[in-house]
């Protein structure tokens, strides 16, 4: 029932631009934070990118910052990774999160698939 289908990443030189997207179903959209992870080769996953469930606030990882933006469109329950000057060192599967918590004991998680992205010239 619930999905979250990725789509946008490839093959980009550096320097380059790329968009994430990220369609969500199954659950209420506008209720989740939602956020963008990533995972390259012999690394642990990290966080990219979130955006809480208004689009009022967002976070960025520091090797990102003023290069990415998150953004979220809860008509379209779709959000957005824009990235721009791309390094090698993005090459990674990013992943999209869902993330809902009520109280202590409460929480909803959900990943897509991930998609990959390479930096490469």
């Known amino acids: 029932q619930v999905q979250l289908v990725e789509s946008g990443g490839g093959l980009v030189q550096p320097g380059g631009s790329l968009r994430l997207s990220c369609a969500a179903s199954g659950f209420t959209f506008s209720s989740y934070a939602m956020s963008w992870y990533r995972q390259a080769p012999g690394k642990e996953r990290e966080l990219v990118a979130a955006?809480?469930?208004?689009?009022?606030?967002?976070n960025y990882a520091d090797s990102v910052k003023g290069r990415f933006t998150i953004s979220r469109d809860n008509a379209k329950n779709t959000v957005y990774l824009q990235m721009n000057s791309l390094k090698p060192e993005d090459t990674a599967v990013y992943y999209c999160?869902?993330?809902?918590?009520?109280?202590?004991?409460?929480?909803?998680?959900?990943w897509g698939q991930g998609t990959q992205l390479t930096v490469s010239s």
């Open positions: 999160n869902a993330k809902y918590r009520r109280g202590w004991s409460t929480q909803y998680n959900y």
């Open positions: 955006i809480t469930s208004t689009g009022g606030s967002t």
